[in-house]
């Protein structure tokens, strides 16, 4: 931009400003240059949220708790006025059309674009598979195991005939299969069978059953897991110490063909269970009824002989590679959207993860929901999705904002702003050091979020940047930005590894297309 063209604060508007800053950082004037936090440069005003395409009293409630002011429809997506940030927060989810808007004003949106790589099950199914194959040992017990196509089921069922022939004198026990919609949501269209026909691949997958799951007073239950992500350039993913615990209302007999139909044995979705004759309304404090909560679920485990804390450590484990799982193409999706804009910070997304957990605590990603339920029928669940808004609220009104300047690369030449490995994996120059800040602006305000990428163990982290790195095709071992900033050809990719941009494509798409971003990321690895 022209610096004629600049809009020049006052000098008294300055003054407030740099003493707001001082004021709420806690810091002197002479504050060092390490202490003073580029992201924190100006004062963050009010924040105007959008609720046009929110059904939920609940979000407004929290909203206006958390201090922000609730307007009208912004369809022209016009800015809010000067230090205001509007924030559009809608039950569906967004395309890059809109994000792109609204990174012009530095808005924000509850969503990111091809978040459905994960919350659709077609999908989420097609890409976890993909990862069993490029990384079986982190990636196999990620989801039961799951078919998209009735070829591939058809090869499935003939290796299990293989099996028993081989062992003449066992019987198997009769295998047994979940259909699940594409688009279902609250249990709808779901059904279990021993011998699925071929249309029910047509729009949903087909996903093994487990028989042996772990029981809470002779019940099957899930759990359902509120995660934030508010940045995928590079990740910044939080898991929330509360949720539910959903209990079947019947008590569970192992699958076979006179109770396959009983949706209240098998299926724990509160929407199906609530109409049982035996379902039990959550108490208030969480501790019984059909839905009960995290901290019940972690004194049953202690009083049971289970390592509760180890238990959750693989919770956290099984999220964060789910979501890294997806994490280049969203980035790429991201970073097309924003058109160079990198403050990694106009979408953010709270997630809703129903987990299973099986007779030996192993746990299983069910579904990955983009818009969680917020319905409050009881006073239990309006205290937590209360609780759960308002820390997002929390979380996401931080000030995003970084220098303008591009980062230099060793060389001393300056980089594009289009998304690279090491942008993603924030090892760089002033990623690196925004995100230290940044996670110190956040620990200000954590509550009962605790973050769980970027791990803080290191052994943890580097194998999480090991998923990234394979997904990429980029080798962990080039030093320069530039290299890591080249897609490595496709003869030494590593085996099976599909780039971002092709995978976004071939996930979405029955008929693949060319993206209109395609050819936008210069020196991005996503691409051949």
């Known amino acids: ?109 509850n969503h990111f674009p091809s978040i459905d ?37 058809r090869q499935h069922k003939q290796s299990l005939v293989q099996e028993q022939v081989k062992r003449p004198h066992s019987t198997p026990a009769k295998k047994f299969y979940i259909v699940k919609p594409n688009n ?35 019940r099957k239950f899930d759990m359902r897991c509120y995660v934030l992500v508010t940045s995928v350039t590079p990740p910044r993913i939080f898991f929330y110490n509360d949720g539910l615990v959903r209990l079947c209302s019947v008590q569970y007999m192992p699958v076979g063909d006179e109770n396959h139909a009983d949706q209240c044995m098998h299926l724990s979705n509160y929407s199906v269970n609530k109409k049982h004759k035996l379902f039990e309304t959550a108490s208030e404090t969480g501790s019984s009824g059909g839905k009960r909560d995290f901290a019940f679920l972690t004194s049953w485990l202690n009083q049971n002989g289970h390592n509760a804390d180890k238990f959750w450590a693989s919770v956290h484990n099984l999220i964060v590679k789910t979501v890294l ?97 090491q942008t993603m994996l924030g090892m760089h120059g002033v990623k690196k050091r925004n995100s230290k800040r940044r996670t110190l602006a956040e620990d200000a305000v954590l509550s009962s979020y605790r973050r769980v990428y970027p791990s803080e163990d290191p052994h943890l982290q580097a194998s999480y940047r090991h998923i990234l790195q394979v997904q990429t095709g980029v080798s962990p071992h080039q030093p320069s930005e530039r290299r890591c900033a080249t897609p490595l050809p496709a003869a030494s990719r590593p085996m099976n590894a599909t780039p971002p941009q092709k995978m976004l494509r071939t996930l979405t798409s029955p008929k693949p297309k060319r993206s209109s971003f395609a050819g936008s990321l210069k020196f991005s690895p996503y691409l051949k």
């Open 117 to 153: 790589l994960i919350c659709r099950k077609v999908p989420l199914a097609a890409n976890i598979n993909r990862m069993k194959k490029i990384l079986p040992k982190e990636y196999n017990s990620v989801t039961p195991k799951t078919f998209t196509d009735y070829t591939e089921f």
């Open 325 to 421: 799982s997806v994490a280049p193409t969203l980035a790429t999706a991201y970073s097309t959207a924003v058109k160079g804009k990198q403050d990694g910070f106009t979408c953010f997304e709270l997630l809703g993860f129903d987990v299973l957990v099986n007779d030996t605590l192993e746990v299983q990603v069910c579904e990955v929901n983009h818009s969680p339920s917020l319905v409050t029928d009881t006073p239990f669940d309006a205290k937590l999705k209360f609780d759960v808004l308002h820390e997002t609220m929390k979380l996401v009104a931080l000030p995003s904002k970084v220098p303008n300047n591009l980062t230099p690369s060793p060389s001393g030449k300056t980089l594009s702003k289009e998304v690279s490995l």
């Open 184 to 218: 279902g949501c609250m249990g709808k269209g779901i059904y279990l069978t021993s011998n699925p026909s071929q249309d029910a691949f047509a729009h949903a997958v087909v996903q093994e059953y487990v028989n042996r799951p772990l029981l809470i007073e002779g």
């Open 1 to 109: 931009m022209n610096p004629a063209h600049r809009i020049q604060r006052p000098t008294k508007t300055r003054a407030l400003i740099n003493k707001a800053k001082q004021d709420r950082l806690g810091h002197a004037a002479h504050a060092t240059e390490e202490e003073e936090d580029p992201m924190w440069a100006g004062v963050m005003g009010r924040v105007v949220v959008d609720l046009t395409n929110s059904r939920h009293l609940i979000v407004r409630k929290a909203a206006t708790v958390a201090g922000w002011v609730v307007e009208g429809k912004t369809e022209n997506l016009a800015a809010p006025g000067l230090g205001n940030t509007l924030v559009m927060w809608s039950d569906m989810s967004t395309s890059v059309e809109k994000v792109s808007k609204l990174a012009a004003i530095g808005g924000k949106i």
